[in-house]
């Protein structure tokens, strides 16, 4: 069991670092221009320097609303994580993380919700750049998705022995 434990704790770790990390870096959505390669995430687009990211005026509601979910799931993930240990050493033997698992699966449905519409708005539309293609920091949240769906349905199911 404590191995179990420890495995979900590290799991949930590597989940928050990766939120951290995919919402942090500007490696959404990467392209190839004449003065090399450009990449734009939630917040710039960089090539050698990094300048403010241009969105349309039809688009910019769905960048924030993306930036804000984003940033929710960052902080459920870690409330969570909070819970989790504190709860570990105040849960009496044989009760369920129940909390922890709820606030876990709001972190997922918020990445759902950021990574959606990020798909459905941005994906394949990149200024200045030919050939866009998704970047890492996509991908991490696409991995922390599953990753906090999983933790969350272990938390509701795992007891404490």
Aim: hydrophobic share 55%; with cysteine.
């Amino acid at each position: 069991m404590l191995v179990l434990l420890a495995g979900i704790f590290v799991v949930h770790i590597a989940t928050v670092i990766m939120l951290f990390v995919s919402t942090i870096a500007n490696v959404w959505m990467v392209g190839s221009s004449n003065f090399g390669t450009i990449s734009s995430g939630l917040w710039l687009m960089c090539n050698k320097t990094c300048t403010q990211l241009p969105v349309s005026s039809q688009d910019e509601a769905s960048l924030k609303t993306v930036q804000a979910f984003m940033i929710l799931s960052i902080i459920f993930s870690v409330v969570a994580l909070v819970l989790f240990i504190i709860q570990l050493f105040t849960l009496e033997k044989g009760k369920r993380f129940y909390m922890t698992g709820a606030v876990m699966l709001v972190c997922w449905m918020c990445i759902l919700i950021a990574v959606s519409i990020y798909t459905a708005r941005f994906t394949g539309t990149m200024v200045y750049s030919t050939n866009p293609h998704h970047g890492y920091c996509f991908i991490l949240a696409w991995i922390c998705f599953c990753f906090s769906f999983i933790i969350g349905i272990l938390y509701l199911v795992l007891r404490k022995k």
